[in-house]
């Protein structure tokens, strides 16, 4: 089973940064959209950024202007630069990526958003 392993999570004050990676083992440019998602608790998972393999971009408008996604597909690898962090950005962060009809989950990593 494929599993994307995402790391970069912690704890940061309010208006630091943090760099989520995301990496797909095994799976070198078969891997199309990866995105990010997010679930704080008590709340629906909620798409934060995607990026397909031509590296057309889209954004939650809750972190336009703060955070960035990129990928290095060669490493068949996302980041997620979040900076400005907010209280209200903690959640799992989680990471999918599409190949071909199937979606892949990771098991998430926590960002903590201290005020």
């Known amino acids: 089973q494929v599993r994307p392993v995402e790391s970069g999570g912690g704890l940061v004050q309010a208006g630091g940064s943090l760099r989520l990676s995301c990496v797909v083992p095994?799976?070198?440019?078969?891997?199309?959209?990866m995105v990010w998602y997010r679930q704080a608790p008590g709340k629906q998972r909620e798409l934060v950024a995607g990026?397909?393999?031509?590296?057309?971009?889209n954004y939650a408008d809750s972190v336009k202007g703060r955070f960035t996604i990129s990928r290095d597909n060669a490493k068949n690898t996302v980041y997620l630069q979040m900076n400005g962090l907010k209280p209200e950005d903690a959640a799992v962060y989680y990471c999918?990526?599409?190949?071909?009809?199937?979606?892949?989950w990771g098991q998430g990593t926590q960002v903590t958003v201290s005020s």
């Open positions: 990026i397909t393999a031509g590296g057309n971009t």
């Open positions: 999918a990526a599409n190949e071909g009809p199937e979606r892949y």
């Open positions: 095994g799976r070198r440019f078969t891997i199309n959209t």
